[in-house]
């Protein structure tokens, strides 16, 4: 788990780790010399960071509601659901609302139309994307669509089958890794650049839940295979490392093929395998604090840094040289002030309701937090 006091360092460094890099290659067009933006690597993608470490946390928490037989089922999946929406909507319709209000304004690119309702109920990217504004929303419709289909699936089979709740939990995570892959295999000839495909299959729902996925895998082995995990932890950081490497390295026009389909599969695996070792690095190093506090206000920092960026690029025309990176730096100052104001006074309002609503849905029984 990661709030609270019972946070895990290893996985608030991988969790800080993908919004710095989200929000620097995000942000590439605010710094004026491209050189500059060469020290943070291209092969490497933190939205699937983000989807894997999703993945393998509320894997933990769903694995011990289906153990939890005692609870009637359907206070389990209202149990689930009112911690993952508690922590995701609201920040969500905060920024959908300052979102349509910027492009409205003018002050953002993007426009608004008759579908512009889609975004309310995440259809921006479910089977055909939606570009209209607010694009980085993408990679919440795939978790808020796999927050509702993964617990529908595993509990409606939980309540059929006759088997333990391990394999059945293993069985719907090995439908949700296959399923994407052959989406993507079925779209890959329909594909004809990298760009093509960044701008569309890249933010599908139906194309990018194994990512989640692998992160679901990742906690079933750490649940029913403990031991394993933990003492191949090591060789599976640095196979995962190299794995990540190699993976991404190869994406690219060259390669349309494997970057349309397989590359999405590799890199997640090569993502999971770094869990182990890094779910294990509890305690909070020297220099841990602002790692800490990063992966605290990610979320928020998220949503917040593409909104100032429509505006920041205002301030840099014309500025070049020591001013034109003055403004840089003074836009990732701001972006974290902001994201720290958001998470402080709005999202963390709502997530510490959860324990409370938690207790009165299951009625006394062990509740989870993430």
């Given at each position: ?8 360092f290893?996985?608030?460094?991988m ?9 620097f ?7 004026a010399?491209?050189?500059a ?12 960071l ?6 393998y946390l ?11 037989e005692?609870?009637?089922l359907w206070?389990?999946m209202?149990?689930f659901?009112q ?6 909507l ?5 920024f959908?609302v300052?979102n349509i ?17 889609g975004?309310?109920f995440?259809?921006q990217?479910?089977w ?7 694009w ?5 419709a ?5 927050y ?5 699936a595993l ?6 089958a006759?088997t333990?709740?391990?394999y059945v ?11 994407p892959?052959l ?11 990298k760009?093509?495909?960044?701008s569309?299959l890249?933010?599908?729902v ?10 679901l ?7 029913h ?7 191949s932890?090591l ?9 990540l490497f190699?993976s991404?390295?190869?994406?690219g026009?060259?390669t ?6 397989w590359?999405?599969s590799l890199?997640?695996?090569?993502m999971?395998m770094l ?9 909070v190093?020297r220099?841990?604090?602002?790692v800490v506090?990063?992966?605290?206000v990610?979320?928020a ?9 429509a505006?920041?690029?205002r ?12 403004l840089?730096f003074g836009?990732w100052a ?6 720290w ?6 999202e963390?309002?709502?997530m ?5 609503i938690?207790?009165?849905?299951l009625?006394g029984?062990?509740?989870?937090s993430s």
């Open positions: 788990m990661t709030t609270g006091a019972s946070r895990v290893g996985l608030d460094l969790r800080a780790t993908a919004i710095l890099v989200v929000v290659w995000h942000c590439a067009d605010v710094l010399d491209p050189g933006r060469r020290i943070f690597p291209t092969f490497f993608d933190g939205v699937d983000f989807f894997v470490l999703s993945g509320i894997g933990g928490i769903l694995l011990k509601y289906a153990a939890m005692d609870v009637p206070r389990r209202s149990d659901w911690r993952r929406w508690l922590r995701t609201p920040n969500y319709y905060l959908l300052l209000l910027l492009v409205y304004w003018g002050v953002a690119g993007g426009k608004l139309n008759h579908n512009t309702w975004y309310a995440f259809l990217s479910v055909k994307p939606l570009s209209l504004f607010f980085e929303s993408w990679s919440l795939v978790e808020e669509w796999f509702v289909l993964f617990p529908v509990f409606g089979l939980l309540r059929l006759r333990r709740s391990r939990f293993l069985w719907v995570v090995l439908v949700f890794l296959v399923a892959l989406v993507r295999l079925e779209m890959v000839h329909d594909i004809r650049s760009v093509e495909m960044e569309s890249r933010s599908l139906i194309a990018r839940m194994d990512t989640i996925a692998f992160g895998l990742a906690a079933w082995l750490h649940h295979r403990a031991v394993l995990w933990r003492r932890r060789f599976l950081f640095l196979v995962g490392a190299a794995l190699i991404n390295a190869a994406y026009q060259d349309l093929y494997y970057s349309t389909t590359y999405f890199s997640a695996l090569s999971a869990l182990p070792l890094l779910s294990s690095w509890v305690a190093p220099f841990g604090a602002p506090f990063v992966s605290r990610s979320y920092l998220y949503l917040v840094h593409q909104p100032l960026r505006y920041w690029n301030l840099l025309v014309g500025q070049e040289g020591a001013d034109g990176l003055a840089y836009y701001v972006s974290f002030v902001l994201a104001l958001v998470y402080r006074f709005w963390k309002r709502f510490d309701m959860r324990d409370r938690g207790k009165r849905i009625g029984a062990l509740t989870a």
